[in-house]
């Protein structure tokens, strides 16, 4: 045994440090970063830093989601979320997913909340888009410029003349009279 020294008898003795220890910041909650400035110039700099950083992220997440609201099909996604819940199922007993497929799990799962409601958007607009296409097409019957512009559309030059029903004054569109079937001339060279 050593001989009981000065400093352990006064309690003033503290070891030297550690060369790990030596240059390390005495934050409790991070012992390799450096101390923080009481500058309030970088303290401000560092909150904007921070709103940036959450900016930048929020954007890309929104441009992903939108990316995947053009591009994503339902049935895709609902696939590739079946194949992880069966491998998730048959490895229950063991570790199931791990961290990296379980956050593609749930990303999966956003990804199918977000097409599903793009998909339900697309179909509102095509039933609205095809309910004003039925109701120009209704306008336009009714009126004798509107057929015109119809018949127009609807038969080309060639068609008509070529047409069997073409007739200069009672059928300028040679359209078939309903119910029967359209019939050209051969056109021999």
């Not at 400093?7 to 991070?30: I, N, V």
């Amino acid at each position: 045994p050593l001989p009981p020294s000065s400093h352990a008898l006064h309690g003033s003795f503290h070891p030297p440090p550690r060369p790990s220890e030596r240059y390390r910041c005495h934050s409790p909650s991070s012992p390799f970063t450096m101390a923080k400035s009481e500058n309030p110039l970088d303290n401000y700099r560092r909150q904007q830093r921070k709103k940036e950083l959450k900016k930048n992220k929020n954007a890309r997440i929104k441009a992903r989601d939108a990316k995947v609201a053009a591009t994503g099909s339902v049935d895709e996604v609902k696939s590739e979320i079946s194949f992880l819940e069966r491998k998730r199922d048959r490895n229950a007993d063991k570790t199931g997913l791990d961290a990296a497929e379980t956050k593609k799990l749930e990303r999966l799962q956003k990804e199918l909340r977000i097409v599903s409601a793009e998909a339900v958007k697309r179909r509102a607009l095509a039933e609205e888009a095809e309910v004003e296409r039925a109701a120009e097409l209704l306008a336009a019957q009714r009126t004798v410029k509107g057929v015109q512009k119809l018949n127009e559309s609807k038969y080309s030059l060639v068609e008509r003349y070529a047409s069997v029903y073409y007739d200069e004054r009672m059928n300028p569109f040679g359209a078939p009279e309903p119910g029967k079937p359209k019939l050209y001339y051969v056109l021999c060279r």
